[in-house]
Protein backbone atom coordinates (compact mmCIF):
# COMPACT_ATOMS: atom_id res chain seq x y z
CA UNK A 1 0.00 0.00 0.00
CA UNK A 2 2.92 2.42 0.68
CA UNK A 3 4.99 1.70 -2.34
CA UNK A 4 1.50 2.35 -4.46
CA UNK A 5 0.85 5.39 -2.90
CA UNK A 6 4.71 6.79 -3.07
CA UNK A 7 3.96 5.56 -7.22
CA UNK A 8 0.82 7.74 -7.49
CA UNK A 9 2.72 10.81 -6.15
CA UNK A 10 5.94 10.17 -8.46
CA UNK A 11 3.70 10.08 -11.32
CA UNK A 12 1.57 13.19 -10.30
CA UNK A 13 4.72 14.92 -10.52
CA UNK A 14 6.13 13.77 -13.91
CA UNK A 15 2.62 14.67 -15.48
CA UNK A 16 2.96 18.38 -13.89
CA UNK A 17 6.78 18.66 -14.96
CA UNK A 18 7.57 19.46 -11.26
CA UNK A 19 10.81 18.80 -10.35
CA UNK A 20 11.62 16.38 -8.16
CA UNK A 21 12.94 16.23 -4.71
CA UNK A 22 16.43 15.26 -4.76
CA UNK A 23 17.04 11.46 -4.17
CA UNK A 24 20.01 11.81 -2.00
CA UNK A 25 17.89 13.24 1.11
CA UNK A 26 17.24 11.22 4.15
CA UNK A 27 13.09 10.05 4.14
CA UNK A 28 11.67 12.46 6.36
CA UNK A 29 13.43 14.89 3.94
CA UNK A 30 11.88 13.93 0.72
CA UNK A 31 8.71 13.51 2.36
CA UNK A 32 8.57 17.06 3.43
CA UNK A 33 9.27 18.39 0.23
CA UNK A 34 6.41 16.16 -1.42
CA UNK A 35 4.26 17.79 0.72
CA UNK A 36 5.03 21.23 -0.06
CA UNK A 37 4.47 20.93 -3.68
CA UNK A 38 1.42 19.09 -3.41
CA UNK A 39 0.68 22.19 -1.32
CA UNK A 40 1.94 24.38 -4.20
CA UNK A 41 0.51 22.48 -6.59
CA UNK A 42 -2.69 22.79 -5.04
CA UNK A 43 -3.17 19.18 -4.99
CA UNK A 44 -4.40 18.83 -1.40
CA UNK A 45 -5.13 21.25 1.44
CA UNK A 46 -2.43 22.29 3.61
CA UNK A 47 -1.59 23.54 6.65
CA UNK A 48 0.89 26.47 5.74
CA UNK A 49 2.19 26.18 9.45
CA UNK A 50 3.00 22.17 9.41
CA UNK A 51 6.50 21.94 8.42
CA UNK A 52 7.52 25.42 9.47
CA UNK A 53 10.58 25.24 11.98
CA UNK A 54 9.92 26.83 15.39
CA UNK A 55 11.49 26.75 18.84
CA UNK A 56 10.44 27.84 22.21
CA UNK A 57 10.55 27.13 25.77
CA UNK A 58 7.87 26.70 28.48
CA UNK A 59 9.16 30.25 30.30
CA UNK A 60 11.47 32.89 29.33
CA UNK A 61 13.09 33.63 32.47
CA UNK A 62 15.03 31.52 34.07
CA UNK A 63 16.65 31.32 37.72
CA UNK A 64 19.28 29.32 39.42
CA UNK A 65 21.36 28.99 42.93
CA UNK A 66 25.21 28.68 42.18
CA UNK A 67 26.59 24.93 43.20
CA UNK A 68 23.03 23.26 42.95
CA UNK A 69 22.38 21.18 39.82
CA UNK A 70 19.56 22.29 37.64
CA UNK A 71 16.74 20.94 36.14
CA UNK A 72 17.35 20.64 32.13
CA UNK A 73 15.90 23.40 30.43
CA UNK A 74 14.23 21.37 27.02
CA UNK A 75 13.14 23.76 24.19
CA UNK A 76 10.02 22.61 22.33
CA UNK A 77 10.38 22.43 18.30
CA UNK A 78 8.29 21.57 15.82
CA UNK A 79 10.20 21.18 11.76
CA UNK A 80 12.53 18.56 12.64
CA UNK A 81 15.75 20.61 13.53
CA UNK A 82 18.75 19.32 13.23
CA UNK A 83 21.10 21.22 15.24
CA UNK A 84 20.97 24.06 18.60
CA UNK A 85 23.41 27.18 18.86
CA UNK A 86 23.78 29.38 21.38
CA UNK A 87 25.02 32.88 21.72
CA UNK A 88 26.65 34.41 23.91
CA UNK A 89 28.15 31.26 25.75
CA UNK A 90 26.55 29.74 28.38
CA UNK A 91 27.37 31.08 32.02
CA UNK A 92 30.34 28.71 33.39
CA UNK A 93 29.01 25.30 35.21
CA UNK A 94 26.05 24.93 32.34
CA UNK A 95 26.79 23.01 29.23
CA UNK A 96 24.43 23.56 26.33
CA UNK A 97 23.61 20.62 23.87
CA UNK A 98 23.95 21.79 20.06
CA UNK A 99 22.25 18.05 18.78
CA UNK A 100 18.82 18.65 20.73
CA UNK A 101 19.30 22.52 22.60
CA UNK A 102 18.86 20.97 26.32
CA UNK A 103 20.92 23.36 28.48
CA UNK A 104 21.82 21.72 31.96
CA UNK A 105 24.73 21.37 34.24
CA UNK A 106 25.42 23.29 37.74
CA UNK A 107 26.32 26.89 37.75
CA UNK A 108 29.61 28.58 39.20
CA UNK A 109 29.47 31.87 38.11
CA UNK A 110 27.16 35.09 38.97
CA UNK A 111 24.97 36.73 36.09
CA UNK A 112 22.07 39.09 36.27
CA UNK A 113 19.33 38.91 33.55
CA UNK A 114 22.16 38.03 30.73
CA UNK A 115 20.08 37.38 27.60
CA UNK A 116 20.66 34.04 25.23
CA UNK A 117 19.55 33.82 21.62
CA UNK A 118 18.97 29.88 21.08
CA UNK A 119 19.27 28.98 17.43
CA UNK A 120 17.41 25.69 15.98
CA UNK A 121 18.13 25.17 12.62
CA UNK A 122 17.15 22.71 9.58
CA UNK A 123 18.90 22.63 5.83
CA UNK A 124 16.14 24.98 4.98
CA UNK A 125 15.76 27.43 7.48
CA UNK A 126 16.40 28.55 11.05
CA UNK A 127 14.42 30.16 13.80
CA UNK A 128 15.44 31.72 17.49
CA UNK A 129 14.39 32.13 20.53
CA UNK A 130 15.59 34.34 23.82
CA UNK A 131 15.84 33.33 27.15
CA UNK A 132 17.38 35.07 30.10
CA UNK A 133 19.29 33.74 32.63
CA UNK A 134 19.68 35.00 36.60
CA UNK A 135 22.20 33.17 39.02
CA UNK A 136 23.18 34.02 42.82
CA UNK A 137 25.04 32.86 45.58
CA UNK A 138 22.58 30.97 47.92
CA UNK A 139 22.21 32.23 50.91
CA UNK A 140 24.70 30.49 54.01
CA UNK A 141 23.47 28.90 57.04
CA UNK A 142 23.46 31.13 60.45
CA UNK A 143 25.96 29.34 62.30
CA UNK A 144 29.13 31.09 62.37
CA UNK A 145 30.68 28.19 64.48
CA UNK A 146 30.99 24.46 62.93
CA UNK A 147 28.07 22.60 64.74
CA UNK A 148 28.01 19.48 62.58
CA UNK A 149 30.02 16.19 61.87
CA UNK A 150 32.27 14.70 63.82
CA UNK A 151 35.39 15.27 61.51
CA UNK A 152 35.91 11.50 60.28
CA UNK A 153 35.82 10.01 57.02
CA UNK A 154 32.41 8.80 57.27
CA UNK A 155 31.71 12.31 59.19
CA UNK A 156 33.03 14.94 58.43
CA UNK A 157 33.11 18.65 59.91
CA UNK A 158 30.74 20.54 57.44
CA UNK A 159 31.19 23.83 56.43
CA UNK A 160 28.12 25.93 55.17
CA UNK A 161 29.12 29.62 56.11
CA UNK A 162 32.15 32.14 55.75
CA UNK A 163 32.08 32.33 59.28
CA UNK A 164 32.63 28.71 59.91
CA UNK A 165 35.15 28.56 57.04
CA UNK A 166 37.15 31.01 58.93
CA UNK A 167 36.64 29.32 62.25
CA UNK A 168 39.04 26.68 60.68
CA UNK A 169 41.89 29.08 61.32
CA UNK A 170 41.62 27.44 65.34
CA UNK A 171 39.27 24.98 64.95
CA UNK A 172 41.72 22.38 62.83
CA UNK A 173 44.79 22.74 65.91
CA UNK A 174 42.09 21.42 68.47
CA UNK A 175 41.11 18.91 65.93
CA UNK A 176 44.22 17.31 63.76
CA UNK A 177 44.35 15.39 60.78
CA UNK A 178 40.36 15.91 60.86
CA UNK A 179 38.14 15.70 57.63
CA UNK A 180 35.91 19.19 56.35
CA UNK A 181 33.49 19.00 54.20
CA UNK A 182 31.87 22.21 52.28
CA UNK A 183 28.16 21.94 51.82
CA UNK A 184 27.44 24.86 49.01
CA UNK A 185 28.75 27.86 47.37
CA UNK A 186 29.88 30.75 49.83
CA UNK A 187 30.39 34.55 48.99
CA UNK A 188 33.25 35.74 51.34
CA UNK A 189 33.11 39.25 50.81
CA UNK A 190 31.16 39.44 54.25
CA UNK A 191 35.37 38.97 55.64
CA UNK A 192 37.43 42.18 55.02
CA UNK A 193 40.28 40.55 55.37
CA UNK A 194 40.30 36.38 55.40
CA UNK A 195 43.18 34.96 57.56
CA UNK A 196 44.76 32.14 55.81
CA UNK A 197 43.93 28.69 57.63
CA UNK A 198 47.14 27.31 58.48
CA UNK A 199 50.35 28.91 60.36
CA UNK A 200 54.30 27.74 60.37
CA UNK A 201 53.38 26.99 64.15
CA UNK A 202 50.22 25.62 63.68
CA UNK A 203 50.11 23.74 59.98
CA UNK A 204 46.76 22.69 58.80
CA UNK A 205 46.68 19.02 58.37
CA UNK A 206 44.00 16.70 57.54
CA UNK A 207 41.59 16.54 54.36
CA UNK A 208 39.57 19.62 53.16
CA UNK A 209 37.06 18.60 50.87
CA UNK A 210 35.41 21.15 48.74
CA UNK A 211 33.15 18.87 46.63
CA UNK A 212 33.27 21.05 43.94
CA UNK A 213 31.96 24.18 45.18
CA UNK A 214 32.92 27.56 44.66
CA UNK A 215 34.38 30.02 47.01
CA UNK A 216 33.41 33.52 45.23
CA UNK A 217 35.57 36.91 46.37
CA UNK A 218 37.99 35.51 48.85
CA UNK A 219 40.82 38.37 49.56
CA UNK A 220 43.61 37.68 51.91
CA UNK A 221 45.74 40.68 52.31
CA UNK A 222 48.99 40.65 54.45
CA UNK A 223 51.95 41.59 52.87
CA UNK A 224 54.01 41.33 55.66
CA UNK A 225 53.57 38.03 56.27
CA UNK A 226 54.77 34.41 54.70
CA UNK A 227 52.47 31.44 53.80
CA UNK A 228 49.39 33.37 52.64
CA UNK A 229 46.46 31.89 50.97
CA UNK A 230 42.75 30.02 51.91
CA UNK A 231 45.53 27.92 53.78
CA UNK A 232 48.62 29.44 54.79
CA UNK A 233 50.50 26.46 55.63
CA UNK A 234 49.26 22.93 55.19
CA UNK A 235 52.03 19.56 56.33
CA UNK A 236 51.55 15.74 56.46
CA UNK A 237 52.77 14.45 53.46
CA UNK A 238 50.35 13.07 51.19
CA UNK A 239 47.79 12.55 54.11
CA UNK A 240 46.98 15.70 53.83
CA UNK A 241 44.73 16.65 51.35
CA UNK A 242 43.41 19.93 49.57
CA UNK A 243 40.55 18.77 46.76
CA UNK A 244 37.88 19.26 45.04
CA UNK A 245 37.46 23.01 45.64
CA UNK A 246 36.76 26.21 43.24
CA UNK A 247 37.54 29.97 43.27
CA UNK A 248 36.49 33.13 41.51
CA UNK A 249 37.84 36.51 42.01
CA UNK A 250 39.99 35.31 44.79
CA UNK A 251 42.51 38.75 45.49
CA UNK A 252 45.83 36.89 47.51
CA UNK A 253 48.63 39.52 48.80
CA UNK A 254 51.29 38.29 50.84
CA UNK A 255 54.51 38.86 51.33
CA UNK A 256 56.58 35.42 50.87
CA UNK A 257 54.93 31.81 49.34
CA UNK A 258 51.73 33.22 48.57
CA UNK A 259 48.99 31.45 46.05
CA UNK A 260 45.37 31.50 45.87
CA UNK A 261 45.08 28.14 47.46
CA UNK A 262 48.06 27.61 49.84
CA UNK A 263 51.16 30.00 50.19
CA UNK A 264 53.07 26.88 51.37
CA UNK A 265 52.82 23.32 50.99
CA UNK A 266 53.80 19.81 51.01
CA UNK A 267 50.97 17.85 50.87
CA UNK A 268 48.16 16.66 48.28
CA UNK A 269 46.59 19.12 45.83
CA UNK A 270 43.67 17.65 43.32
CA UNK A 271 40.84 19.03 41.27
CA UNK A 272 41.59 22.79 42.32
CA UNK A 273 40.38 25.65 40.00
CA UNK A 274 40.78 29.29 40.42
CA UNK A 275 39.20 31.39 38.22
CA UNK A 276 40.10 35.09 37.57
CA UNK A 277 42.01 35.00 40.18
CA UNK A 278 44.85 36.98 41.23
CA UNK A 279 48.24 36.97 43.48
CA UNK A 280 51.32 38.51 44.65
CA UNK A 281 54.19 38.45 46.39
CA UNK A 282 55.76 41.51 47.72
CA UNK A 283 59.27 39.56 47.74
CA UNK A 284 59.36 35.93 46.01
CA UNK A 285 57.84 32.55 45.45
CA UNK A 286 54.08 33.18 43.94
CA UNK A 287 51.61 31.15 42.12
CA UNK A 288 48.56 31.03 40.97
CA UNK A 289 47.50 28.13 43.33
CA UNK A 290 50.37 27.30 45.30
CA UNK A 291 53.13 29.76 46.65
CA UNK A 292 55.83 27.38 47.12
CA UNK A 293 56.14 23.25 47.20
CA UNK A 294 58.37 20.82 49.04
CA UNK A 295 58.86 17.51 50.48
CA UNK A 296 56.74 14.56 48.52
CA UNK A 297 53.64 17.03 47.37
CA UNK A 298 51.89 16.07 43.96
CA UNK A 299 49.45 18.97 42.37
CA UNK A 300 46.55 16.87 40.15
CA UNK A 301 44.05 18.00 37.48
CA UNK A 302 44.14 21.40 38.45
CA UNK A 303 43.92 25.12 36.76
CA UNK A 304 44.60 28.74 37.14
CA UNK A 305 43.41 31.54 34.60
CA UNK A 306 44.07 35.57 35.49
CA UNK A 307 47.08 37.04 37.16
CA UNK A 308 50.15 36.74 38.79
CA UNK A 309 53.17 38.87 40.07
CA UNK A 310 56.18 39.21 41.82
CA UNK A 311 58.65 41.39 43.20
CA UNK A 312 61.39 39.43 42.83
CA UNK A 313 61.63 35.82 41.85
CA UNK A 314 60.28 32.45 41.14
CA UNK A 315 56.74 33.23 39.80
CA UNK A 316 54.11 30.49 38.00
CA UNK A 317 50.85 30.21 36.87
CA UNK A 318 50.34 27.42 39.55
CA UNK A 319 53.51 27.33 41.47
CA UNK A 320 56.00 29.51 42.18
CA UNK A 321 58.55 27.38 43.21
CA UNK A 322 58.85 23.61 44.02
CA UNK A 323 61.24 21.04 45.15
CA UNK A 324 61.62 17.90 46.60
CA UNK A 325 60.03 14.76 45.66
CA UNK A 326 57.13 16.80 43.72
CA UNK A 327 54.84 15.96 41.00
CA UNK A 328 52.30 18.32 38.85
CA UNK A 329 50.16 16.62 36.13
CA UNK A 330 46.86 16.94 34.31
CA UNK A 331 47.26 20.82 35.04
CA UNK A 332 46.70 24.06 33.04
CA UNK A 333 47.21 27.90 33.29
CA UNK A 334 45.74 30.62 31.17
CA UNK A 335 47.30 33.86 32.65
CA UNK A 336 49.88 36.68 32.70
CA UNK A 337 52.89 36.27 35.11
CA UNK A 338 55.90 38.45 36.04
CA UNK A 339 58.67 38.87 38.11
CA UNK A 340 62.31 39.09 37.77
CA UNK A 341 64.45 35.79 37.99
CA UNK A 342 62.38 31.80 37.49
CA UNK A 343 59.17 32.90 35.65
CA UNK A 344 57.36 30.73 33.60
CA UNK A 345 53.73 30.04 32.59
CA UNK A 346 52.93 26.92 34.91
CA UNK A 347 55.69 26.83 37.52
CA UNK A 348 58.49 29.62 38.28
CA UNK A 349 61.56 27.40 39.41
CA UNK A 350 61.23 23.67 39.28
CA UNK A 351 63.68 21.46 41.45
CA UNK A 352 63.04 17.89 40.84
CA UNK A 353 59.51 18.39 40.22
CA UNK A 354 57.97 16.25 37.53
CA UNK A 355 55.57 18.06 35.37
CA UNK A 356 53.32 15.71 33.16
CA UNK A 357 50.14 16.15 30.27
CA UNK A 358 49.74 19.89 31.04
CA UNK A 359 49.65 23.37 29.14
CA UNK A 360 50.34 27.08 29.22
CA UNK A 361 48.39 29.59 27.68
CA UNK A 362 48.86 33.66 28.40
CA UNK A 363 51.66 35.78 29.13
CA UNK A 364 55.05 35.49 30.78
CA UNK A 365 57.83 38.40 31.48
CA UNK A 366 60.98 38.64 33.71
CA UNK A 367 65.11 39.72 33.46
CA UNK A 368 66.21 35.88 33.35
CA UNK A 369 65.42 32.11 33.69
CA UNK A 370 62.00 32.99 31.73
CA UNK A 371 59.98 30.21 30.15
CA UNK A 372 56.55 29.34 28.59
CA UNK A 373 56.11 26.68 30.80
CA UNK A 374 58.73 26.42 33.27
CA UNK A 375 61.44 29.50 34.33
CA UNK A 376 64.22 27.09 35.29
CA UNK A 377 64.64 23.44 35.96
CA UNK A 378 67.29 21.49 37.82
CA UNK A 379 68.34 18.58 38.60
CA UNK A 380 68.86 15.46 36.34
CA UNK A 381 65.39 14.22 38.43
CA UNK A 382 63.19 17.38 36.91
CA UNK A 383 61.34 16.68 33.40
CA UNK A 384 58.61 18.18 31.23
CA UNK A 385 56.83 14.81 29.62
CA UNK A 386 53.52 15.77 26.75
CA UNK A 387 52.99 19.16 27.29
CA UNK A 388 52.80 22.28 25.71
CA UNK A 389 53.34 26.11 26.01
CA UNK A 390 51.26 28.71 24.01
CA UNK A 391 52.49 31.52 25.82
CA UNK A 392 54.45 34.52 24.88
CA UNK A 393 57.68 34.90 26.37
CA UNK A 394 59.45 38.08 27.38
CA UNK A 395 63.20 38.80 26.00
CA UNK A 396 65.63 37.81 29.32
CA UNK A 397 68.88 36.66 29.81
CA UNK A 398 68.09 33.70 29.22
CA UNK A 399 64.85 32.42 27.97
CA UNK A 400 62.89 29.76 26.07
CA UNK A 401 59.48 28.79 24.45
CA UNK A 402 58.81 25.97 26.99
CA UNK A 403 62.19 26.31 29.50
CA UNK A 404 64.78 28.53 29.74
CA UNK A 405 66.96 26.30 31.59
CA UNK A 406 66.68 22.30 32.28
CA UNK A 407 69.16 19.77 33.32
CA UNK A 408 67.62 16.80 31.37
CA UNK A 409 65.91 16.51 27.80
CA UNK A 410 62.26 17.52 27.89
CA UNK A 411 60.25 14.55 26.58
CA UNK A 412 57.67 15.07 23.92
CA UNK A 413 56.80 18.28 24.68
CA UNK A 414 56.30 21.79 22.53
CA UNK A 415 56.08 25.44 22.48
CA UNK A 416 54.39 27.72 19.84
CA UNK A 417 56.68 29.17 17.54
CA UNK A 418 54.60 31.82 16.09
CA UNK A 419 53.98 33.35 19.58
CA UNK A 420 56.04 32.84 21.95
CA UNK A 421 58.87 34.78 20.05
CA UNK A 422 61.44 32.10 21.05
CA UNK A 423 63.62 29.95 18.32
CA UNK A 424 65.18 27.94 20.65
CA UNK A 425 65.28 24.15 19.03
CA UNK A 426 67.11 21.85 21.53
CA UNK A 427 66.83 19.56 24.38
CA UNK A 428 64.47 22.29 25.86
CA UNK A 429 61.31 21.40 23.36
CA UNK A 430 60.34 21.51 20.03
CA UNK A 431 59.53 24.30 18.41
CA UNK A 432 55.99 24.21 16.10
CA UNK A 433 53.35 26.65 14.40
CA UNK A 434 50.33 27.37 16.17
CA UNK A 435 48.61 25.35 12.89
CA UNK A 436 50.80 22.45 13.93
CA UNK A 437 49.59 22.72 17.59
CA UNK A 438 45.67 22.86 16.64
CA UNK A 439 44.92 21.31 13.48
CA UNK A 440 45.37 17.11 15.35
CA UNK A 441 42.14 16.05 15.96
CA UNK A 442 44.50 12.74 17.03
CA UNK A 443 47.74 11.80 18.17
CA UNK A 444 50.27 12.42 14.92
CA UNK A 445 47.94 13.71 12.55
CA UNK A 446 49.14 14.09 9.60
CA UNK A 447 47.91 17.19 9.16
CA UNK A 448 51.33 18.59 11.17
CA UNK A 449 53.45 17.60 8.65
CA UNK A 450 55.68 16.25 10.99
CA UNK A 451 55.15 13.95 13.77
CA UNK A 452 53.63 15.50 16.69
CA UNK A 453 51.45 14.62 19.92
CA UNK A 454 52.73 10.68 18.83
CA UNK A 455 52.64 9.52 22.61
CA UNK A 456 49.98 12.07 23.83
CA UNK A 457 46.74 9.39 25.82
CA UNK A 458 43.79 10.77 23.66
CA UNK A 459 42.22 9.51 27.36
CA UNK A 460 43.37 12.29 28.54
CA UNK A 461 43.93 14.73 25.69
CA UNK A 462 41.16 16.47 24.08
CA UNK A 463 42.50 17.67 20.63
CA UNK A 464 39.19 19.64 19.72
CA UNK A 465 38.67 20.10 15.80
CA UNK A 466 41.31 21.74 13.83
CA UNK A 467 41.11 24.63 15.26
CA UNK A 468 41.97 24.95 18.90
CA UNK A 469 44.63 23.96 20.88
CA UNK A 470 44.64 20.94 22.51
CA UNK A 471 42.84 20.83 26.43
CA UNK A 472 42.36 18.15 29.21
CA UNK A 473 39.79 15.62 29.26
CA UNK A 474 38.73 16.57 32.50
CA UNK A 475 38.38 20.17 31.24
CA UNK A 476 34.57 19.10 29.63
CA UNK A 477 32.82 18.72 32.90
CA UNK A 478 33.53 22.43 33.57
Not at 227 to 253: C, H, K, M, P, Y
Not at 407 to 431: E, F, K, L, M, W
Request: aromatic residues 8%; negative net charge; glycine residues 10%.
Amino acid sequence: MRNTRLARIFLFLVLNQCNLPSLNKSDLQTISEIQSILCLTGSQTCNSNLNSLTISYSTSSFSFLTGQGISDIVPETQGSPTEFSISPKIVSGLRFNSSNGIISGTPNQVITNQNYTITASNLSESQAATITITTQIPPACANATIVLGSGTNIDPFQICSPDQLQSMLTHHIVNPNSYYELQQDLDLSSIANFDPIGTSVNPFNGVFNGNNHTLFNLRVDYPAITSVGLFGEASGGLTTIIQNVRLRDAWVRGLSRVGNLVGNSDNQIKNILSYDGYSRSESDSVGGLIGRNSGVAVVYNSGFTGRVEAVTDHAGGIIGYSFGADEMKKCFSIANVSGVDSIGGLIGRQVQIIIEDSYAQGFVTGSSYVGGISGRSQFASASITNSYSAVVVSPGAIQGGLVSSITPAVINSYYDSDITTQSDNDTRGQPRTTNQLKCPIEPNDTCAGIGIFDTWDPTIWDFGDNTSYPKLKWQQNL
